[in-house]
């Protein structure tokens, strides 16, 4: 069953056009003329309790404005949503009880604090009991690492570590839902691979409904099976990783090795839907399409006819898949 309902929401942005010249300034204070941005144009989708998701889109495609009108902090121009039953804009108290919201580039610790400090404060403004609160920390503790710097000023932890401690403020009252807005940005590779773990293992054991925006494709393919796209404030696609690479990625790499170098051409396969691309001296790359030819068709023909020392299938990255549609404006259906 949805926990979160998205109907035709459209956000626009106003603000008083500026005049140049000697009066410019003067002009733009009393202007009654408006430049209108259309940051959400006609976005709808539904995701199940318990998903995890990837709302991905370019910079300034509208992603981190949806979050910010599904966690309250926005009123939308037009449309409906329902998170956990409630109305985010009209029941903000209510729906900050059901969410955990974690932005890249903010922080809703207390800068001058201990880490520990700021966290047991949450636990008090989020009304988290006694027994309640020393579980999820401890359990949080462990999973984040936290301990050796728990007794740390938030203004001395580093990227990485401040990332966790925001994590831990936002699962602490253990919600239903939680917003992740690039949360593995400028974070060194240790850091962002533990940051994908607790994501991974908190939707897992605990069935948290996550939806993630990021500009890190790595994080998608390891966690979402689902993905909607965005672009200039609408939704292009909204399905899973693998439609999405059939679609614009069809073909797969054969990388084959040979077990002794040759300097003469490799003659064609003659097999439909794969062709050889690319000869080294010990080495064949050969693109196929699965749809069209076998795998396991394909490497027993390689083998007959050359002596192989090792052979490994690449699979199509996201990345490209997104660059792609980014470039043609549209998901192909």
Not at 93 to 114: H, S
Not at 185 to 192: C, F, M, Q, T, Y
């Amino acid at each position: 069953m949805p926990i979160i309902q998205v109907h035709h929401l459209v956000k626009e942005f106003r603000r008083p056009r500026r005049f140049g010249g000697r009066l410019g300034g003067l002009r733009t204070l009393f202007t009654q003329q408006y430049d209108t941005t259309l940051a959400v144009d006609d976005v709808s989708f539904s995701i199940d309790e318990g998903e995890l998701i990837g709302y991905l889109g370019s910079n300034g495609a509208g992603k981190s404005t949806t979050i910010k009108m599904l966690s309250g902090i926005l009123v939308p121009t037009g449309g409906e949503v329902r998170v956990g039953g409630l109305v985010p804009w009209e029941q903000r108290e209510q729906n900050a009880l059901q969410i955990g919201v974690v932005f890249g580039q903010r922080t809703q610790l207390w800068w001058d604090l201990p880490l520990e400090d700021s966290l047991r404060l949450i636990g008090k403004l989020y009304r988290v009991d006694a027994a309640r609160y020393a579980r999820a920390h401890e359990r949080l503790v462990e999973l984040l690492g936290l301990e050796p710097f728990l007794r740390t000023p938030v203004r001395q932890l580093s990227l990485g570590q401040r990332m966790r401690g925001d994590l831990a403020a936002a699962m602490l009252y253990e919600p239903r839902i939680l917003y992740l807005d690039e949360p593995t940005v400028g974070l060194d590779i240790v850091a962002k691979e533990r940051m994908r773990q607790f994501v991974e293992e908190t939707n897992r054991e605990r069935g948290t409904t996550i939806m993630l925006t990021t500009h890190d494709l790595a994080d998608v393919e390891r966690l979402c099976k689902r993905i909607i796209f965005i672009d200039k404030g609408r939704v292009l696609y909204d399905g899973s990783v693998t439609e999405l690479k059939r679609r614009y990625a069809p073909w797969r790499m054969l990388e084959v090795t040979l077990a002794g170098e040759t300097e003469d051409a490799v003659p064609p396969l003659g097999l439909p839907g794969a062709a050889i691309i690319e000869q080294g001296a010990a080495k064949l790359s050969i693109r196929f399409d699965p749809a069209l030819i076998a795998v396991a068709d394909l490497i027993t023909v390689v083998i007959a006819r050359h002596p192989v020392s090792d052979i490994s299938i690449v699979e199509p990255d996201l990345e490209g898949v997104v660059r792609e549609i980014v470039e043609a404006g549209e998901v192909r259906s």
